[in-house]
T-cell receptor, first 113, second 112 residues
Framework: DAGVTQSPTHLIKTRGQHVTLRCSPI?????VSWYQQVLGQGPQFIFQ???????GRGNFPDRFSARQFPNYSSELNVNALLLGDSALYLC????????????FGEGSWLTVV | GQQLNQSPQSMFIQEGEDVSMNCTSS?????WLWYKQDPGEGPVLLIA?????ELTSNGRLTAQFGITRKDSFLNISASIPSDVGIYFC????????????FGDGTTLTVKP
């Protein structure tokens, strides 16, 4: 079975632009979480979605938004990009909204110039 | 917000040596998790701890959930070159792994 897949793997954007990152969870998993990992730091929680509803939101500005589709895939959108948004964006999925076993994808590397 | 202090930041050890790293927090967590991240990949769960005082092993890895619920440690015995990577601790205040607070990692280098 395929693991968590994310696209694109790498991208470069200019300040002020908008970006959409995509995530497909493991088949059968209904919960998707997004994390931002800045170089040299641990992942920081951004959002969690379960059954298409937002279950949690981390300390990120409103420029960050996400949604989950009926097939449980998810998109993370970031508007008005800043240099500080440059990071690895990780998606993780789990079967339910709770439970400890989450599986991370390989991430999308975003560079803002 | 919640913060996890992970130490040491980095370790350089000889193959065969044992390794110990720990994580402390000012907040209480109900679950502690340890992950390993290799270059170009996402974190992979190594060990999950659910009860204060719990000691759990996974092969050469052993982790403990501190009695105060504010700390945890991870030990690796008889290190091998493939142990190289970044080890992260993460805490959860509820049983929702989707919302975890991560430390900043311990980078492990193993010299053959």
């Amino acid at each position: 079975d395929a693991g968590v897949t994310q696209s694109p793997t790498h991208l470069i954007k200019t300040r002020g632009q908008h970006v959409t990152l995509r995530c497909s969870p493991i088949s059968g998993h209904k919960s998707v979480s997004w994390y931002q990992q800045v170089l040299g730091q641990g992942p920081q929680f951004i959002f969690q979605y379960y059954e298409k509803e937002e279950r949690g939101r981390g300390n990120f500005p409103d420029r960050f938004s996400a949604r989950q589709f009926p097939n449980y895939s998810s998109e993370l959108n970031v508007n008005a990009l800043l240099l500080g948004d440059s990071a690895l964006y990780l998606c993780a999925s789990s079967r339910q909204g709770s439970g400890n076993t989450i599986y991370f994808g390989e991430g999308s590397w975003l560079t803002v110039v | 917000g919640q913060q996890l202090n992970q130490s040491p930041q980095s370790m350089f050890i000889q193959e065969g040596e044992d390794v110990s790293m720990n994580c402390t927090s000012s907040s209480i967590f109900n679950t502690w998790l340890w992950y390993k991240q290799d270059p170009g990949e996402g974190p992979v769960l190594l060990i999950a701890l659910y009860k204060a005082g719990e000691l759990t092993s996974n092969g050469r890895l052993t982790a403990q959930f501190g009695i105060t619920r504010k700390d945890s440690f991870l030990n690796i015995s008889a290190s091998i070159p493939s142990d190289v990577g970044i080890y992260f601790c993460a805490g959860q205040q509820d049983t929702n792994a989707g919302k975890s607070t991560f430390g900043d990692g311990t980078t492990l280098t193993v010299k053959p």
